[in-house]
């Protein structure tokens, strides 16, 4: 291609796996981009996909040289958690990590190269997947159909990337240019700003403590542990969401980031702590006279500081631990010993990984099984950030800017309660099937993803033999994933603005994940693949009759409890005995 900065290449998938690795998921597609400075990689799991892009800046050449070592192995894992926690939305899991060269560089020098590298990269992509004269004349391809990206923010992406993405995208003619990449400044949902993320982390926090330690946080004290700053996305909102849910029952017992770590055995004071987030502070600049009897500040322009810092979140005693913020595979099968104590008990038994890929696959078993460390896995955990990108993607199709902005208040707030909503019914599948069954809560939370994925996948193909009438009797489905505003202003034009494949994605992901959170994995996983998609269809059908008898039910006269009572027994098990599948 002409006046380009880069060079992109579409790898079959395959060529990135060796004979001697473990055998593991294929990925749908492989991009690579060689740039003057940077290498990126884009891995996805699904024709249609979304996921963020992530700038990797090194600071010395050494470090440079373990970036590249493991860059598409980071890509890979990071796409492959995507996909494991997109599993309530249309698309599928993908991520961009783009290594950029900025050594020995002004600050100034270093964040010109970063924007450019961020414009070749979004350039070279979008070479290879919008279908122009110049493209079918200079791109060689071998995949021979039309392929959907959506990207979004990941660490290093600024408002004006975002901002220049989204024009670019137009300028080359992609379809849906605004949905191209999430978090518009004017017209997304910002996730730092509304705490997205960190809403659904907390309800998995809160179900974990009352199942597993049998706390009850509302009326009961807990100890907790966090890594990330105050003035980070992730771990800053969750101080917030603690102390507007528990108060003084939270006691926030050691905070870690990249300046430091602060620590107090009887619970860093919340106002100092608040005051931090609120102004977009670091944990270095907590006030060292609030700190309480045998409370520290440590810096890291220290070497004690700096151990002080990397060591936090295995010393600090806690009831819980949060990683919301920090490197991947900080915790690994070399060092998870560190996170025991002495005598082999755990320094916090409860962790809700905030953040991606914090502990290792390896490590959470070991931790587990040596220990009984209980660990929400972070395709669980930190999955309502995803979900939230996902319905941007929605609204930037079905809604014009001015129409989402006028009502966005109203829309922001149905998000979160569908967050909610998603999160809950998840976390007590996932404690229902853990008390049940037993087993680590890694894997159940992989058996949950995987349940809901390839019931999705079956129920996709399936819509293809569909006839247009039978597709439609399915379209409620997708109206009430929406946000109810988003939904009654546009629905009616859905077809005219959302690409029909999309469309059959959501059918069949909300259908998926309805079926596995009401009736749970193992009712699905026993279902013949090639029944799947008809059982799904009765248990729809099914459910109109529940609900239809429900109505009936509430209307005739009968002693309140006995009412009460039939109406759990159809909410709880009518669509599934309404089937005669067991």
């Not at 949905?179 to 926090?205: C, D, W």
């Not at 079905?398 to 006028?406: H, T």
């Not at 994933?481 to 202003?489: E, F, G, Q, V």
Request: proline fraction near 4%; hydrophobic fraction near 40%; include cysteine.
């Amino acid at each position: 291609m002409n006046n380009r900065y880069a060079l992109g290449l579409r790898l079959d998938p395959k060529i990135m796996s060796s004979e001697d690795e473990v055998p593991r998921e294929t990925p749908y597609g492989v991009i690579f981009v060689h740039g003057r400075r940077f290498d990126g990689y884009h891995t996805r799991f699904r024709d249609i996909a979304r996921g963020g892009m992530r700038l990797v800046t090194p600071a010395s050449p050494e470090q440079y040289a373990l970036e590249s070592a493991h860059q598409y192995e980071e890509c890979y894992g990071l796409a492959f958690a995507q996909q494991l926690k997109n599993k309530d939305i249309p698309e599928g899991g993908s991520k961009a990590v783009v290594l950029i060269d900025n050594i020995g560089m002004s600050e100034t020098g270093k964040d010109f190269v970063m924007r450019k590298s961020v414009k070749a990269f979004t350039d070279t992509i979008l070479d290879l997947i919008v279908d122009t004269e110049e493209t079918r004349e200079e791109v060689v391809d071998f995949v021979g159909k039309k392929e959907v990206l959506y990207l979004g923010p990941d660490e290093q992406v600024t408002p004006e990337d975002i901002n220049w993405v989204i024009k670019r995208a137009k300028q080359r003619g992609y379809d849906t240019p605004a949905a191209f990449m999430s978090s518009k400044p004017r017209a997304g949902i910002n996730h730092k700003e509304y705490g997205v993320t960190s809403e659904g982390v907390n309800v998995y926090l809160d179900v974990a403590l009352r199942h597993v330690l049998k706390i009850d946080p509302k009326q009961e004290s807990f100890s907790i542990k966090i890594t990330g700053g105050p003035d980070g996305d992730v771990a800053g909102n969750e101080l917030k969401i603690l102390a507007r849910e528990y108060g003084d029952n939270a006691k926030v017992v050691g905070i870690a980031d990249g300046t430091g770590c602060a620590e107090d055995p009887n619970g860093l004071a919340w106002d100092e702590l608040l005051r931090l987030v609120n102004d977009n502070l670091p944990i270095d600049q907590f006030n060292p006279s609030k700190l309480g009897e045998g409370g520290a500040v440590h810096t890291v322009d220290t070497e004690e500081g700096v151990k002080a810092r990397n060591s936090m979140h295995n010393r600090v005693q806690a009831d819980a631990f949060i990683p919301a913020g920090g490197r991947p595979n900080t915790i690994n099968i070399h060092n998870y010993k560190h996170f025991l104590n002495p005598d082999g008990s755990p320094s916090a038994p409860l962790i809700v990984e905030g953040a991606n890929l914090f502990v290792t696959d390896e490590a959470r078993q070991h931790l587990f099984e040596e220990a009984g460390v209980v660990i929400v896995k972070d395709s669980s955990a930190n999955k309502c950030g995803v979900i939230t990108s996902s319905y941007e993607i929605c609204a930037a199709m079905m809604l014009s800017e001015e129409e989402f902005f006028d009502n966005k208040d109203q829309i922001v707030s149905e998000v979160l309660n569908k967050l909610h909503n998603y999160a809950q019914a998840e976390a007590e599948l996932l404690f229902r099937e853990f008390e049940t069954y037993g087993g680590s809560l890694p894997q159940l939370s992989k058996v949950v993803s995987d349940a809901v994925n390839a019931a999705t996948d079956s129920l996709s193909v399936a819509l293809d033999s569909f006839s247009a009438e039978d597709k439609e009797k399915l379209l409620p489905l997708f109206r009430f994933h929406l946000p109810k505003t988003m939904a009654d202003m546009s629905f009616d034009k859905v077809h005219e603005r959302v690409p029909a494949q999309y469309i059959s994605n959501a059918i069949a992901s909300c259908l998926a994940s309805k079926l596995v959170y009401k009736e749970g994995t193992k009712f699905v996983n026993t279902l013949p693949k090639e029944k799947l998609a008809s059982v799904a269809l009765r248990y729809v059908e099914a459910e109109h009759q529940i609900a239809t008898l429900k109505i009936a039910l509430e209307g005739t006269e009968m002693p309140e409890k006995e009412k009460e009572s039939i109406l759990k027994l159809l909410e709880a098990g009518g669509a599934r005995t309404a089937l005669g599948v067991f």
